[in-house]
């Protein structure tokens, strides 16, 4: 799994993206109002609004066996164009 936190400016809102092989949850907190905000910079950032709720989702996923926590990316690298066309040769 690999994931990736966000905040916007002045603590309007923050994000978090989880990837895994088999699901790609996100969530934001925020405002649509920029003179709204969460009013600090903890809060404001995603890891602490919006990462345990794609934490909490991803946990019940897990749980129910909606995705399986052994399946891994695929690191295996791909031929590109020119070692394809140097194949055909």
Do not use: C, E
């Not at 990736?4 to 092989?21: C, E, R, S, V, Y």
């Not at 969530?27 to 109002?33: E, L, R, S, T, Y």
């Not at 996923?61 to 909606?66: E, I, T, V, Y």
Request: no cysteine; glycine share 12%.
């Amino acid at each position: 799994m690999a994931g990736k936190t966000g905040t916007t400016q002045d603590n309007a809102g923050g994000w978090f993206i989880l990837m895994h092989p088999q699901l790609v949850p996100g969530a934001w907190v925020g405002f649509n109002d920029s003179r709204v905000t969460l009013r600090s910079d903890y809060w404001g950032q995603g890891a602490y609004s919006a990462l345990p709720i794609v934490g909490d989702f991803t946990q019940r996923a897990l749980r129910s066996h909606l995705i399986d926590a052994r399946v891994r990316f695929d690191t295996q690298k791909k031929p590109g164009i020119w070692q394809t066309m140097v194949a055909r040769i």
